[in-house]
């Protein structure tokens, strides 16, 4: 879930609605390592499909922070750590399914109830809403945040929601 949010991520990006989706969504491939003096300092996420993609693939940069333990390189890493599979999709069961946008919803829920959030103001797209919203408050410009979010059009103003944003 970290890297939904710190990648703009469309849960249809990560999380299929049927098996023959399964080319749609991130793959393992997809995911490139950069390492200065043999740690980690970056990593990539080839993006292949996307809603607007017209068959161009977009390259999206993540920093790894160690000091944030939300860290979506760090997560990623220990993710790959315990799948152990080169190929196929990036988010997969033990089995090798696809992770599907039903379970990725349930999930999400569970965690909400968990620690107490009410379910009715959190859905898979809150990763968009806040990604975008948390970096138009630390004064990203507009056309960037557009571009982090692979967004076609000005769409993406309405998922900026600064009235509702606490620091």
Not at 123 to 133: C, E, L, P, V, Y
Not at 140 to 162: C, D, E, T
């Amino acid at each position: 879930m970290s890297t939904a949010y710190f990648c703009f991520l469309r849960i249809g990006e990560i999380a299929v609605k049927t098996e023959s989706e399964i080319y749609r969504v991130i793959q393992r491939e997809d995911i490139k390592f950069e390492s200065v003096n043999g740690h980690v300092s970056n990593m990539t996420i080839t993006m292949k499909f996307y809603k607007h993609s017209n068959l161009q693939s977009k390259t999206l940069s993540i920093a790894r922070r160690p000091e944030n333990y939300l860290c979506p390189v760090k997560a990623i890493e220990e993710y790959l750590r315990l799948q152990n599979c080169p190929h196929g999709p990036l988010f997969r069961f033990k089995c090798g399914k696809p992770v599907s946008g039903f379970y990725f919803n349930s999930s999400l829920k569970s965690l909400l109830n968990f620690v107490g959030l009410d379910t009715n103001f959190y859905k898979g797209h809150s990763f968009r809403i806040g990604a975008a919203t948390s970096a138009a408050a630390r004064g990203v410009p507009l056309a960037l945040i557009q571009s982090m979010g692979r967004w076609k059009s000005n769409a993406f103003q309405h998922y900026i929601r600064l009235d509702n944003f606490h620091t």
